[in-house]
């Protein structure tokens, strides 16, 4: 089975031996398996998920954490005794930003398209987005509406923008 090359996924047991780790793992952390992870942010994130899962899942997001020199976003899942961390590294901005714009271009977006696309990706409101480009409401809308037709439809609001 295979995990891509982004996710590293490693696997404690209650004792806090790890027992499994993908190579990703193994890259940022180093090789744990047999040993017990020394990771202070692992270990201080784990005793939230265990100390919260009589009440709740067991299992907790925790957005870009810092583990083992990387930034990162970790899910972690308790499944009974066992704790398995999911670590996904977080791009900088400006990989993300050459992502998005490698991503519209590629969907066939217009130059303004893809400027108008990443203002409102940021949260901005239609009216901010048309003062800020000096475009009229009617204007900005026939341009956010030919950007979601060439877009795939997950990346279509579900509810209305705001105006």
Known sequence: ???????????RNGSNEVIFQNEVSQKMCGPKVGGSCTSASCSEMCKQVESAAPVQDGMKLFKAQHVEGNLVDVMMVKDGDNMMTMLYPIQNEAEKAAAQQAFFVNKGLTPSEIRIMQMAMQGMTNQAIADKLFISKATLKT?????YKKLPPSMRPTQGRVA
């Open 1 to 11: 089975m295979s995990t891509g090359d982004k996710l590293g996924i490693c696997t």
């Open 143 to 147: 341009h956010l509406n030919n950007a």
